[in-house]
C-alpha cells in the first residue's frame, strides 16, 4: 500500500525567500504525481501533474521535479508571496490504485 | 473550464435526516471521485465512478450511497449519518481513470455537519 509523507509539516518564512517542499512515496510504481495547494476550508487546487516519464514540470514560479525510482518530488517556489499561504499536499498516482496524498506542508509567508 | 461545482456549500442535518450532496463537471470528464477530508488531515477517497459505473468503494459504510445518473453529475446520497462522519465532502473529476495524464480536478467542497 502506498505511504506518502511530506517533509517540512510546516514552514513561515519572510516574503521573497525560495522554498523547497519535499515529498515522499514508498511505492515508486506511480505513472504521475500531482501537485495541489488547499486554502483553509477550501478545496484543492491542482498545480502540477508530472508524468512518470517526466523529470519536472513548471508552471510559472513553480517547479517540481520527479524522481520516481527513488520515491521523491519537490516542489520549488521561487520569490514567495503572502498569497502563497495555503497547505501544499502531493499526491502520486500508481498502477491500479488511485491517488493517495501525503498530509501536507502548511506553508505561511509573512509580509 | 476546469471547474466542478458542489452544492450546498454548508449542510447540517440531524442523525435521523436524508439529504444528498451534488457535484457537477462540463469539462467532458469520464472519472469522478468522492473524498473525505477531515480537518488538518489529507482527502481520504471514498468512491469511484468511471463511464458511470462504480469503479471503487473504499470499503464506505452504507450510510452513504453514491450514485452518478450521467457523466456530468455525481450524487452522495447521505441516511442515518453519525457525529463523526462531520467533515468536508470534496468532489473531483479527471479525463479517465489510472491513465498516466489523469489530472484531478476538485470542486470547493460541501461542509457537512451531523447533530
Known amino acids: 500500500k502506498q505511504e506518502v509523507t511530506q517533509i517540512p509539516a510546516a514552514l513561515s518564512v519572510p516574503e521573497g525567500e525560495n522554498l523547497v517542499l519535499n515529498c515522499s512515496f514508498t511505492?515508486?510504481?506511480?505513472?504521475?504525481l500531482q501537485w495541489f495547494r488547499q486554502d483553509p476550508g477550501k478545496g484543492l487546487t491542482s498545480l502540477l501533474l508530472?508524468?512518470?516519464?517526466?523529470r519536472e514540470q513548471t508552471s510559472g514560479r513553480l517547479n517540481a521535479s520527479l524522481d520516481k525510482s527513488s520515491g521523491r518530488s519537490t516542489l520549488y517556489i521561487a520569490a514567495s508571496q503572502p498569497g502563497d499561504s495555503a497547505t501544499y499536499l502531493c499526491?502520486?498516482?500508481?498502477?491500479?490504485?488511485?491517488?493517495?496524498f501525503g498530509p501536507g506542508t502548511r506553508l505561511s509567508v509573512l509580509p | 473550464d476546469t471547474e466542478v461545482t458542489q452544492t450546498p456549500k454548508h449542510l447540517v442535518m440531524g442523525m435521523t435526516n436524508k439529504k444528498s450532496l451534488k457535484c457537477e463537471q462540463h469539462?467532458?470528464?469520464?472519472?469522478m471521485y468522492w473524498y473525505k477530508q477531515k480537518a488538518k488531515k489529507p482527502p481520504e477517497l471514498m468512491f469511484v465512478?468511471?463511464?458511470?459505473?462504480?469503479?471503487i468503494n473504499e470499503s464506505v459504510p452504507s450510510r452513504f450511497s453514491p450514485e452518478c445518473p450521467n457523466s456530468s453529475l455525481l450524487n452522495l446520497h447521505l441516511h442515518a449519518l453519525q457525529p463523526e462522519d462531520s467533515a468536508l465532502y470534496l468532489c473531483?473529476?479527471?479525463?479517465?481513470?489510472?491513465?498516466?495524464?489523469?489530472?484531478?480536478?476538485f470542486g470547493p467542497g460541501t461542509r457537512l455537519t451531523v447533530l
Open positions: 473531483a473529476s479527471s479525463q479517465e481513470e489510472g491513465v498516466i495524464h489523469n489530472e484531478q480536478f
Open positions: 511505492d515508486s510504481a506511480i505513472y504521475n
Open positions: 499526491a502520486p498516482g500508481g498502477y491500479g490504485q488511485n491517488f493517495v
Open positions: 508530472i508524468q512518470s516519464s517526466q
Open positions: 465512478y468511471s463511464y458511470e459505473k462504480l469503479s
Open positions: 469539462m467532458g470528464h469520464r472519472a
